[in-house]
C-alpha cells in the first residue's frame, strides 16, 4: 500500500477533518472498509436476501485473514479455530460459560484488567471458582509474579496483551510456556493488541483469544473475533444455538432430543451474524496485511517517539516501562495536580481525539497517523 501523505489522506479520510490518536476506544474507519459497508447495505436495499449466498462466503473469507493476522497457522488450527463474535466480552464469557469448573478451580488474572476480561470470570464464583487478582504496578506485572499467584487448583489464566490504560505488553511468551508445563489454559484479551502489534497464538501456546475489531483491527463495533486451539476447543461445551447445529439437522430444521453441535470454531457461534461487520472487518484486516505489521509497528512507534521527546518538556511524564513502547498504547501523567480529562476534553474540543484512563492521558496512534499529527497535539497540549 502507498504510504505517502496523500494516500494516507485518501484511504483515511478522518485525517483531513480530525488528530485521531485514540485507537484504543475506537477507530475511524478506513476509505475501504466503508465502503465495504455500502455495498452491502446498497445490495440488501436492492435485492434483499437474494445473495445470501454471498454473505456466507464473506464468512467465511474473514477468517483466513483473522487466522493469518494472530499467526494461527496449521498447528493451531488455522481459519477452522476462528469464530466470529460481537464482541471481546461475549467471545470470554463463551470460554468461561463453557468449561466445566467448579468448588476446587481457581482463575488467575490481574487487578487491573478491563472489566471485560473480569466479570466473566467473577460470574463463576458463585459456582464455587476462586479469581485471584495479581496486583500490578500501572498494568505490569512479570511472567514470575503471575506463577506464584498459581497452584495445583489453577485451571485458567487470563491476561490482557496490553493494558488498556497504560499500554504495558503482557510476557505472553512466557507465560504460554509456564501454562503449557502445567496444563493451565492461557487466555488472552487481546482487543488492545491485534492489529496493532504482531501476534502469535501458536508461538506463545495460546488456547484461547478473545478481540473486538473497533479498535486496532479497524473495522466496527460489534464484530470480533475468537480463537480457539482445537485441542482446547474440545473441553468448551457450546452455547445452545440453531447456526452451530450439524448441518444434517440444519438441512430440514428438524432439532432431536439430543442435539448435536459441530465441533470447528463455528460452534461458538449460535445464530445470525452480524453480516455488515463481517465485510468490514474483512476490508480492515486485508488492508493491515496489504500494509503488514512491521509496517504498521515501525509507523506507531516512529509517532509515539514524537510524544515521548515532548511530552516532558511540557510537564507530562511518559509511561515507558524501562524502555520505548512495545504496544500501540502510550500513557502520560499529567502535570502535578492536573487531571487528565481536563486535558482530554480541551483536545478533544479541538478535534484531536485523545482519551483519559485511570488518570493519565491515553495517546494511540495507528498506521494512518503521523509526526505532524503529533506535532500538532504536543503544540495544542502546551498552549493548555
Known amino acids: 500500500m502507498d504510504l505517502t501523505r496523500e494516500a494516507l489522506d485518501r484511504e483515511f479520510p478522518s485525517r483531513r477533518h480530525s488528530v485521531q490518536f485514540n485507537h484504543a476506544a475506537v477507530c475511524p474507519l478506513p476509505a475501504r472498509t466503508a465502503g465495504a459497508i455500502a455495498a452491502y447495505a446498497r445490495t440488501v436495499s ?3 436476501s437474494l445473495d445470501w449466498k454471498e454473505w456466507t462466503a464473506e464468512t467465511l473469507g474473514l477468517r483466513t485473514p483473522a487466522a493469518r493476522l494472530i499467526g494461527a ?4 488450527g488455522g481459519a477452522q479455530s476462528i ?3 460481537p464482541n471481546t466480552t461475549w467471545g470470554l464469557n463463551l470460554v468461561a460459560q463453557g468449561l466445566e469448573l467448579g468448588p476446587g478451580d481457581s482463575i488467575v488474572t490481574t487487578a487491573s484488567e478491563f472489566p471485560a476480561n473480569l466479570t466473566p470470570w467473577i460470574a463463576l464464583e458463585r459456582k464455587g471458582v476462586a479469581v485471584r487478582r495479581l496486583p500490578t ?3 505490569a ?7 506464584a499467584a498459581c497452584d495445583a487448583t489453577t485451571r485458567v489464566v487470563c491476561v490482557s496483551a496490553v493494558a488498556f490504560h497504560t499500554g504495558f505488553r ?5 507465560i504460554g510456556a509456564f501454562c503449557r508445563d502445567r496444563a493451565i489454559a492461557f487466555g488472552l484479551d487481546a482487543i488492545q493488541a491485534v492489529g496493532a502489534i504482531p501476534v502469535d497464538v501458536a508461538a506463545w501456546n495460546v488456547d484461547f483469544l478473545s478481540a473486538d475489531g473497533h479498535k486496532w483491527m479497524l473495522g466496527t463495533e460489534g464484530c470480533g473475533i475468537l480463537f480457539t486451539r482445537p485441542s482446547f476447543r474440545e473441553r468448551v461445551r457450546p452455547p445452545a444455538g440453531w447456526s452451530n447445529l450439524k448441518r444434517d439437522v440444519l438441512s430440514h430444521f428438524h432439532v432431536p432430543d439430543a442435539p448435536e453441535y459441530v465441533t470447528d470454531a463455528t460452534k461458538f457461534e449460535i445464530g445470525a451474524l452480524p453480516t455488515p461487520g463481517v465485510y468490514a472487518l474483512r476490508a480492515s484486516l486485508e488492508l493491515l496485511l496489504e500494509v503488514g505489521l512491521e509496517t504498521v509497528g515501525r509507523r506507531i512507534a516512529a509517532t509515539l517517539a514524537v510524544l515521548i521527546e515532548g511530552l516532558p518538556k511540557i510537564s507530562f511524564t511518559p509511561i515507558l516501562f524501562g524502555g520505548p513502547p512495545r504496544s500501540g498504547i502510550l500513557a502520560a501523567r499529567p502535570p502535578a495536580g492536573k487531571d487528565a480529562r481536563y486535558f482530554a476534553k480541551k ?3 479541538q478535534a484531536i481525539v485523545v482519551t483519559a484512563r485511570e488518570g493519565f492521558l491515553r495517546f494511540s496512534p495507528h498506521v494512518g497517523n503521523d509526526e ?5 497535539i504536543l503544540a495544542a497540549l502546551a498552549r493548555l
Open 83 to 85: 469464530s466470529i463474535v
Open 347 to 349: 483536545l478533544n474540543d
Open 46 to 48: 436492492e435485492r434483499g
Open 137 to 139: 504496578r500501572d498494568g
Open 141 to 147: 506485572f512479570t511472567a514470575d509474579e503471575l506463577a
Open 73 to 76: 497457522d496449521a498447528s493451531a
Open 170 to 174: 503482557a510476557p505472553m511468551e512466557e
Open 372 to 376: 505532524e499529527e503529533t506535532a500538532r
